[in-house]
């Protein structure tokens, strides 16, 4: 159960006062912090050093692991910046706040931006990774997306000038709809989505036939990934019977890491994990979950910055052998915000990731739930659960000129001002923003600045990789 917060009780009060008052509140707020403030980024001469960041986290990893996190975060400066959230969450505390908040994906880097399923079987766009979800400044998501952007451009060539058009474009697109969501009744905030009618609709206005062809394969290819795919791919068949197959160090089966005593202990303990997970469901899910048996677990390597926290998955059954459903279990530790913005409500680290991703998406998956486990090991730890894989569709940047980055910006853009508008004082935003350009050139300033640390940080793990302070090992096919 979440604790009670004095906060949560302010911000119902404020959002129960009238527009103009909540609107006083937003221009109030402009006064004390500037809108062209954000622009400011300056490493404070106190600055941690980033790589005691990332080994204070790895410290709580799987050991033999961490390497394989440490070698993708070389591979290039967006690929460390996906794995640095808590380097960022440290830089954007000593940064200007506007006071207000809202639910914050804590991660809003493009690629946290995908298509998925809806419970309905419809295709939609929404912010996918919810693992450092906290109430906080809604800026800082803003300034997370935007830097992701610049660096993934400076990856492409794009010049100065594309750079910073891609950005501004992103940021105008969050503070329109900002202000369009002020405008609208609050039952409309929550019924608002972007479903694969609004995407062909943007692709008609933004993008040219290509892009638009492109934007139809993507989501052809999406509607394939679900849990028939996944078992064509992660399993075989052996004695009979499907089981997932190895693929280790990034896919091994649970028979295939403990001996026989221990191995038994753990599938039981799993067995309860998906028992009890279950009540968090709802009534009718949980129905639909019965129908299900555990066939087989294997612990899975994912991700970037994810990689060394004890992710599971699981190979349920249903009718016969040919009707399979995956869920992952992925561990849920303290949100790297958290240090900067308080503890989170809830005590379950689980139950926050799946409250704010409930928060923040327009639908989630119907599986999404969250337990408390104690391990083998004797160590007591939270996770939450929800399908490995329902129609998921990811964008590849390195494939995206220009203008189509401004365009998947734009998208982004919309996405996560809706996902803030239900949690926060989305009229007090809207006010605080304005009809001006002022934030969005303040926010392209910031981008530009902060990739130009994430390149420095990024040379900071390669040169600690070099020098041998932090092993690396890549694995083919990884």
């Not at 994912?302 to 926290?309: E, Y």
Request: charged share 30%.
């Amino acid at each position: 159960m979440p604790r009670k917060s004095t906060t949560a009780t302010a911000m119902r009060a404020a959002r129960h006062a009238t527009p103009e008052e909540r609107a006083a509140l937003g221009r109030e707020a402009r006064r004390r912090s500037p809108r062209s403030g954000h622009a400011e980024y300056r490493p404070s001469a106190d600055r941690p050093d980033p790589l005691t960041i990332l080994e204070a986290q790895s410290a709580a990893r799987v050991p033999e692991l961490v390497p394989i996190r440490y070698a993708r975060m070389t591979e290039s400066p967006f690929r460390f910046y996906r794995g640095a959230a808590a380097i960022m969450a440290s830089d954007l505390a000593d940064t200007p706040r506007s006071g207000l908040t809202a639910q914050l994906c804590g991660d809003a880097h493009m690629l946290n931006f995908r298509l998925l399923a809806s419970p309905e079987r419809q295709l939609m766009f929404d912010i996918n990774d919810f693992d450092e979800t906290l109430p906080g400044p809604w800026e800082w998501d803003v300034k997370r997306l935007s830097a992701s952007f610049v660096i993934a451009a400076r990856a492409n060539g794009f010049d100065d000038a594309e750079r910073a058009r891609i950005v501004r474009h992103t940021v105008r697109s969050y503070r329109e709809a900002m202000i369009r969501l002020a405008g609208m009744r609050t039952i409309d905030v929550w019924y608002a989505k972007i479903d694969a009618d609004r995407l062909e609709d943007l692709a008609t206005d933004r993008l040219q036939k290509r892009g638009r062809k492109d934007l139809a394969r993507a989501m052809a290819k999406a509607r394939t990934r679900d849990s028939l795919q996944a078992f064509d791919k992660l399993t075989e068949t052996v004695d009979g019977r499907p089981v997932i197959a190895a693929d280790p160090p990034l896919l091994v089966p649970a028979g295939d890491l403990l001996p026989d005593v221990e191995r038994t202990a753990l599938e039981r303990q799993f067995r309860g994990l998906i028992e009890r997970y279950g009540s968090t469901l709802q009534s009718d899910r949980r129905t639909l979950l019965s129908d299900y048996r555990l066939a087989d677990v294997a612990r899975k390597v994912v991700g970037v910055g994810s990689v060394g926290t004890r992710c599971w998955i699981f190979l349920l059954l249903g009718r016969d052998d040919q009707d399979p459903l995956f869920l992952q279990a992925k561990e849920a530790d303290t949100s790297v915000l958290a240090e900067h913005v308080g503890a989170s409500a809830y005590r379950n680290q689980g139950e926050r990731v799946v409250s704010g991703q409930r928060l923040m998406q327009a639908t989630s998956d119907i599986f999404l739930g969250w337990e408390r486990v104690d391990g083998i090991d004797g160590k007591r730890r939270d996770f939450y659960v929800r399908q490995l894989r329902d129609w998921k569709g990811i964008a590849m940047p390195e494939r995206m000129n220009p203008r189509r980055m401004e365009a998947f910006g734009d998208l982004c853009g919309v996405t996560l001002a809706r996902a803030h508008a239900r949690s926060g004082d989305r009229i007090a935003i809207a006010s605080y923003l304005g009809s001006g350009t002022s934030f969005d050139r303040a926010i392209a300033t910031f981008a530009e600045a902060y990739a130009d640390q994430n390149e420095r940080d990024h040379q900071a793990l390669v040169d600690a990789v070099v020098t041998g302070r932090l092993p690396a090992e890549e694995l083919p096919g990884a």
